[in-house]
Structure formats: structure tokens, C-alpha cells
């Protein structure tokens, strides 16, 4: 990560299978960076990223992608507050009833999952929550869909993607039987979508008006596109800068917002 920050690197993700479970492989085994010693442990990795910096002395973004809400990643939020990492979190939340989370073998305690998520809100009211959710798991009744909707609509999160069940070779969940036809799972992948781009637009519309530090990503005739804080590369939603061609890939920029809807934004240079 040093290596990529010093040749020029603006942006650092952080993803694997479980970020939150960084160094339970190796026993949360000590290295050194920088002639100090760093367990590998996810706060200690988040501590030793925040004190990355280019030959300018400029810190990059650091995202974390892929966390689960285990309680010691309440541990992580205060550097969020402080501006040592992206207040940004990842977290395949996956659905909201805990049978299907269960037979998904998912962490099943959503009341608890809500109250973290509150906590974080109290302890860093900036912090932008994404996530990703599967309609249609083999079993799921309309009761236990609408346990889905009322948990995202409970959580209030700001960026999330879904997407239809389908059956993956080698898959634990082939055996478990019930699977939910094609048209039933298209209608609740569209109520669910529907329901989410109103949370999304209510939330981006809230940010015209404001100003934001913008990362560019692109320029070309039409103008620049770049992202804020609160948007990953590919995944996330974008700020465009119509007309503005003053600016590079790489650089930071402030924007006010002027205009949004259910994905993106619209600025111009402040």
C-alpha cells in the first residue's frame, strides 16, 4: 500500500471475503511498517493506512469494502470522525429476515444490526453505509420479503445493489429445496429497487447545496466526472461537472452540488 500511495495512487480499497476478519488466519501475528509494530488485527491495519502519505505529504482515500458488523469494528468508526479514513462502510448485509439470514449462515441479529448502525450514525453523522442484497433465496416467503424491505427501509442506507437468487454450482443452498420462480423473484427485485431509489434520491437531495472534496476521475469534451467520499469506483454513483475541462484524473477538487437524483450528482467548482 505504501508502494501504491508513494507511485501516485489517490485511492486505496481495502476488500477481501471478510475485511473485518483481517488476521484471525495468522493469528493476528505482529509485522513492522515503518519500524513500528502492527498486529494484524482490522484496527491496527486501519491505523497504520491512515498514516499513508505521497511525496506531498497528501493522505489518499482509504475505503473498506466487504465488513461485517461484528462489535469490534465500532472500534473503526472514531477514525472516520477524525478524517483518518473515508467515513465509508461495505457490509454485505444480504437481507433482513433472520431465517433466511440463517439459512444463508449470516450473522442473524438484525434489531442488533439496526443499533450499530444507529451507533456509527451518533458517532460519525457523515458516514455513508452500502450494501448488496439477494431477493428470491430458495424458501423466501412474502412475509420474510417484506422482513427485507422493512429492514432497508429501518436502515436507511445510502448506497445499495441487489440482485435476483440463482443457483451456483457447488452451492450449500442447492439443497435447500423451495426455489422461488423467475417472475415472483423479478417482482420483488423491482419493489425492492423501487423502494431504495426513494431512500437514495430523498438522501441526495439533501447534499445540493453542499459542498464536497471531489476526486476526478475522467475529462473529456462534455466536461469532467469524478466522485465524492461517499462513492466507490463502479459501484456507486458518480459527480458530474459539465463543461469543466480545467482538471485531471488524480486531482482533488472542491464542488457545491447543484442538482440530483436517485444515483448521481451535478456540481460545479467552487
Known amino acids: 500500500a505504501a508502494g501504491l500511495v508513494k507511485s501516485g495512487v489517490k485511492e486505496l480499497l481495502v476488500i477481501s471475503q471478510d475485511t473485518s476478519a483481517y488476521g484471525v488466519d495468522t493469528k493476528y501475528a ?3 511498517h515503518q519500524g513500528m509494530p502492527v498486529k494484524a488485527k482490522m484496527l491496527d ?3 497504520a493506512l491512515s498514516t499513508l502519505r ?4 497528501d493522505a489518499p482515500w482509504v475505503r473498506l469494502h466487504y465488513v461485517y458488523p461484528y462489535p469490534h469494528v465500532d472500534h473503526i468508526i472514531p477514525l472516520m470522525a477524525e478524517g483518518k479514513l473515508l ?3 461495505d457490509i454485505p448485509f444480504q437481507h433482513g429476515s433472520p431465517r433466511v439470514l440463517k439459512a444463508m449462515k449470516r450473522p442473524g441479529a438484525i434489531d442488533n444490526t439496526l443499533k450499530r448502525v444507529k451507533a456509527w450514525r451518533d458517532v460519525c453523522s457523515d458516514i455513508t453505509i452500502r450494501s448488496t442484497f439477494i431477493v428470491g ?3 423466501e416467503t412474502e412475509d420474510e420479503f417484506k422482513e427485507l424491505l422493512d429492514f ?4 436507511q442506507l445510502d448506497r445499495v445493489g441487489a440482485f435476483k437468487y440463482s443457483p451456483v ?3 450449500a443452498a442447492n439443497a435447500l429445496g423451495n426455489p422461488i420462480d423467475e417472475e415472483t423473484k423479478e417482482r420483488r427485485l423491482e ?3 423501487t423502494l431504495q431509489a426513494g431512500i437514495s434520491s430523498h438522501k441526495l437531495a439533501k447534499k445540493v447545496g453542499q459542498q464536497l472534496t471531489v476526486l476526478i476521475d475522467e475529462v473529456d469534451d462534455e466536461g469532467a466526472i469524478g466522485r465524492s467520499k461517499a462513492d466507490a469506483p463502479e459501484i456507486d454513483g458518480v459527480v458530474y461537472l459539465n463543461d469543466v475541462q480545467n482538471v485531471k484524473a488524480g486531482q482533488r477538487v472542491e464542488v457545491k452540488i447543484t442538482n440530483s437524483d436517485e444515483h448521481d450528482l451535478w456540481g460545479e467548482l467552487v
Open 54 to 57: 505521497d511525496d506531498q505529504g
Open 169 to 171: 454450482a457447488g452451492a
Open 137 to 139: 433465496f430458495p424458501g
Open 30 to 32: 505482529t509485522s513492522f
Open 191 to 193: 419493489e425492492f429497487m
Open 45 to 47: 491495519l486501519c491505523n
Open 152 to 155: 432497508v427501509n429501518d436502515a
Open 87 to 89: 467515513p465509508y462502510l
